[in-house]
């Protein structure tokens, strides 16, 4: 019996008068690293913001480490287990890395405004731990020189990363990526790659929003394709390339069979 | 406090003695400003009250970034609760009070501080709870809408049961006694003379002291950071699994809660309160020293506290003795060039000056400003 | 014991003055997003202006006739009103455009806070009497008594709200203020002048305001440096009641505020047995504020704003 991490079925949401999502659901195994690819529009973004309780759907089961939970308040479910960045990365501007971190671990923290006032032994001792350990997330990450750098002021690629570590570092049981490469130049995503190679490997599940398909392709154990909001194929990343409704959703019609030929051994 | 002393931090000499400077001049002070006469010590008492009311609203507005302007509000809370438990009006209304009190109802400020921020934080609570999801203009209005709601309730439940006396307002209210000391009676102390007002301003100091101490820790705490996420990007914040409504919740409380007691001081001190001193313009007075000095720093807001507490006392006694000395009579009074300056001064500081005199130094490192050197850690 | 038709008269000609000021509020707003705290302040001068033109024509012309006054009185307040509304967008609004919504919001207070003390010190701090220039005989109507004042005040609201309704969907000007509400950038990519349109707005609210105000002190008799204040702040309720940025919202809301507090006045002695008396008033409009506020934000004829990430 596989470890599931997350299980979500059954997923639907309309805007107005657009369906959103229809009947969109995914299965996560531990340690897997799992991708949700698509063209633009096709609904990823939305089923992130529905399984972090961004939006509320209008219909779905959601299981998080086979607990159900409730995608209705975004705190809880951060609380729950599930980190998450953002496409249009969302830091806090002008806190510091290091600050950014440490708000990361609120969640696992409990110093209350009495013991901070106090400033009891116990809300000492947390506050260090809290800095240390933000600090070895940044280590982790890359940043670490940056710890008392304006989080604006980073480079970009350093933001991205700065995200990841604040996500990290609320100890999820699955890491959520929105679209992580987005802007990146091909060393970068080099960088990134190895970066998320690593957090897979040191036993944090991932799931991962991208557009770069060899990326995708390199990185993720299995893919899920959606297209109008609905999922048109799910499996492995070499099977769901050559799959040709696949193919015809990124590059329309037509075009299936010269690109089952031109696919990498 | 780091980034204005960095040198104190590696010379705790240095620190004691600039604390022993500084508090020798604090504690001196009453006696300085005695000489131009009483009035100015009674200023500055006052003084002392507007800064932690200052620094209440800024947990609220500086810290949390949540606009109120009705914080005054927490301010009557807190007076008229010490008004009605330690004067005789409650007594003098219903005879049951009085049979049950044969001496009166006087309170002991150890039971009046702590129940005084206790009520206030509840009508924290009330009023932040249905609130909180409004948008910031929308929020300063509802909370101006709410400070001048209890306004109203207080001048008006007179009748038919008479609880806060109304327009008239409660007298007769008990000053503070603390171990036998009666704050209202000059005392004698190592052979000085200490009338009753230098009584109240040590005990104001101290308070304010406390309280600055009080938001300076609180700022450096997983509590001050939360509120800080909050404030810069709401959504990351909940995404990080901080619950957004309980946290600004506890800014109100533990902002009402300086209001809830400085009221309680106020009221000991003035010996009578009506609600004529918790108009909206006061919230917005309070409001001004927290955005003028620089809003959500400690030192910026004492700072504005200050000066706004004070300029209108150096007005009062040079602007209209130097009109009749020059005109033969006042044409503007203090109070009204107070008001206008005020006024000027809300305006010109938003166009030139928004970050408020004194805002928070550059929060880490800014490469750009250093002209492009970067440095490595 | 005023009878109910009384208290809706009562309530319509107080309800028309509020949307005359709610106008301005929900304008400005529309457009700039701005709550406009100096407005009932620009309403006190322009009542004050009105009083101190109307003394002077009665000095100078003591044989004309008391509406020929009061025209004189308004049409002395509204430039006056314009033009100080006008100078205040210039100089304290526009800088702060683009600054964080705190800025400005502290600068309209402290307009209104400069506005009230040049108002003291021009006319003094004293409650000033406005002299009766419509004849006041009371007439009778089912019932309830009316004077002419008050007939006047419900017409000419009616008549000037008609005519901003054609201003804003019939005109150029006023498709042009309808589209910079919606979107500036794009309205601007249109040809449409945004400093012209916001200027347009700020002068037609003052205008209004200016009307307000002269009809507050007649009906009233009385004017004063802080009068403009509880008025502005319970027209800005009517504006949100309606729908905050909907101009017909804004009518809607002043007459509905206008009904609610004369009939709550009226009524709430009955209904609370006693214990709560008419000196609440102006709890009302603040409950009301605060309960639309919470409980619909949009007002009652504003769009629903769905919260997207």
Redesign the interface.
Known sequence: MADVVLRVTGVNKRFGGLQALSDVGIQIERGQIYGLIGPNGAGKTTFF?VI?G??APDSGTFELDGKPYSPHE??RV??AGI??T?QNI????????L?NV??????R?K???L???L?TRA?VR??SA?KQRSLELLDYVGI????????R?LAYGDQRRLEIA??L??EPKLLALDEPAAGMNATEKLALRELLVAISRDGVTILLIEHDVKLVMGLCDRVTVLDYGKMIAMGNPADVQRDPAVIEAYLGGGHASVAAKAQPA | MQTYFPNLRNNPAAAWIATFVVAALLIALPFAFGLLGNAWVRALAFALLYIMLALGLNIVVGFAGLLDLGYIAFYAVGAYMYALLASPHLASQFAWIAQTFPTGLHSSIWFVIPLGAGIAALFGILLGAPVLKLRGDYLAIVTLGFGEIIRIFLNNLNAPLNITNGPQGITLIDPVRIAGVNFGRPQNLFGIELPSVYLYYYLFLVLTIITIVICVRLQDSRLGRAWMAIREDEIAAKAMGINVRNVKLLAFALGATFGGVSGAMFSAFQGFVSPESFVLGESIIVLSMVVLGGLGHVPGVVLGAVLLALFPEVLRHTVQPVQTMLFGKVIVEAEVLRMMLYGLAMVFIMLYRPKGIWPAPEHGVNPSSRAGKVEAA | MDTFLQQVINGLVLGSMYSLIALGYTMVYGILNLINFAHGDVLTVGALTSLTTTLLLQAMFPGMPGWVVLLGGLLAAIPVCVTLSLVIERVAYRPLRNAPRLAPLITAIGVSIVLQTIAMLVWGRNFLTYPQLIPNHPINIGGATVTLTKVAVITLSALVMIGLMLLVNRTRLGRAMRATAENPRVASLMGVNPNFVIAATFAIGAALAALAGVMLATTYGVAHFYMGFLPGLKAFTAAVLGGIGNVPGAMIGGLLLGLIEALGAGYIGQLTGGVFGSNYQDVFAFLILVGVLIFRPSGLLGERVADRA
């Open positions: 913001n972090t961004l939006y975004v705190h951060a609380a980190a998450r953002f969302r830091l806090f501007p002008d806190m510091t890395a600050e440490m708000v990361g671990r609120h969640v923290t110093a209350t405004a013991g901070a006032i400033r809300t947390e506050e809290i670490r020189k940056y710890a008392d750098y304006q989080a002021t604040r996500a570092a609320t």
